[in-house]
């Protein structure tokens, strides 16, 4: 099976730099992808990784280690509208589930000024 | 377009009714999938399509019939729902390389409300 952890909750200050951790126990996977969903609405795509190290898009960068289970989302500038639940997801290679999602169960990171 | 329209945005039902939930994308996507998220929890998988196929179905109640007519559309059928049952079901796609999917594109979702 999989099951991913995620800190449920992380508070930081406008213009600073937060990191949500990501560690998974999974039989298998193609690869680490981080989504963000603001109160009342749809999860939108910020980073995928599909092979262990750093990818970086604008502010936010994603970082995998498969090695270690860990994954984590670095979030850099902050802003006030940064302010929302950020979901690890995996998506498994094995057991009939190929090509869906399974989510970690999201970190609410809350940017305070 | 990258976007996954979903109708309605909200829906009020009596447990005996029948209603649909509708998805579509125009991406050129082959997999799509529902979810149901609870408040304050994580999307939950309910049905896979690829390729127009069910490959998926996370053991969900068949009070829930999911249905797909081509490959930009995606229903979802609802017929004795329980009040438990109220939540956000969120339509999404992805493109599929080689069996996988990475991006997964969401719709806005229909808040679903079971009186």
């Known amino acids: 099976g999989q099951s991913l952890e995620q800190p449920s909750e992380v508070t930081a200050v406008e213009g600073a730099i937060v990191q949500i951790n990501c560690t998974y126990q999974?039989?298998?996977?193609?690869?680490l992808s981080w989504y963000q969903q603001h109160d009342g609405g749809a999860p939108t795509f910020l980073s995928y990784n599909a092979l262990d190290g750093l990818e970086e898009t604008g502010r936010f960068s994603s970082f995998l280690s498969r090695s270690d289970s860990y994954g984590y989302l670095l979030l850099q500038e902050l802003q006030m509208k940064d302010s929302a639940s950020y979901f690890c997801a995996v998506s498994p290679a094995h057991g009939g589930s190929q090509g869906n999602l399974i989510f970690g169960k999201g970190t609410k990171l809350s940017v305070k000024p | 377009d990258t976007e996954v329209t979903q109708t309605p945005k909200h829906l009020v039902m009596g447990m005996t009714n029948k209603k649909s939930l509708k998805c579509e994308q125009h991406m050129g996507h082959r997999a799509m999938y529902w979810y149901k998220q609870k408040a304050k929890k994580p999307p939950e998988l309910m049905f896979v399509?690829?390729?127009?196929?069910?490959?998926i179905n996370e053991s969900v109640p068949s009070r829930f019939s999911p249905e797909c007519p081509n490959s930009s559309l995606l229903n979802l059928h609802l017929h004795a729902l329980q009040p438990e049952d109220s939540a956000l079901y969120l339509c999404a796609s992805s493109q599929v390389h080689g069996g996988r999917s990475t991006e997964a594109f969401f719709g806005q979702g229909t808040r679903l409300t079971v009186v």
């Open positions: 999974t039989s298998g996977f193609y690869g």
């Open positions: 399509y690829s390729y127009e196929k069910l490959s």
